[in-house]
Nanobody, 115 residues
Framework: VQLVESGGGLVQPGGSLRLSCAASGFTFSSYAMTWYRQAPGKERELVAAISSTGGRTNYADSVKGRFTISRDNAKDTVYLQMNSLKPEDTAVYVC?????????WGQGTQVIVSS
């Protein structure tokens, strides 16, 4: 089982990034998927979640209206489109399989928002 995140990097405030999480080794389409983030010195924070079919989503208040979670079950991939990025979005972003209980975790991708 693998969850491999990509798409992180350094971006200026107000910029955009799209993160991807490619899954393998399990039936991706049967699982809700969740993005978390963890900034240095802070607790892990749920960012967004999406149901197995994509019909239901959930967002942290801090990212509503700026981030969009989506998935492509044909590609076993979940995405996080991040717009209007702020310095406080700087963190390691990690994907996990599940909605409130998580079976698998990725290693994360670093996002740095700085001028």
């Amino acid at each position: 089982v693998q969850l491999v995140e990509s798409g992180g990097g350094l971006v200026q405030p107000g910029g955009s990034l799209r993160l991807s999480c490619a899954a393998s080794g399990f039936t991706f389409s049967s699982y809700a998927m969740t993005w978390y983030r963890q900034a240095p010195g802070k607790e892990r924070e749920l960012v967004a979640a999406i149901s197995s079919t994509g019909g239901r989503t959930n967002y942290a208040d801090s990212v509503k209206g700026r981030f969009t979670i989506s998935r492509d079950n044909a590609k076993d991939t979940v995405y996080l489109q991040m717009n209007s990025l702020k310095p406080e979005d700087t963190a390691v972003y990690v994907c996990a399989s599940g909605w409130s209980r998580y079976d698998y975790w990725g290693q994360g991708t670093q996002v740095i928002v700085s001028s």
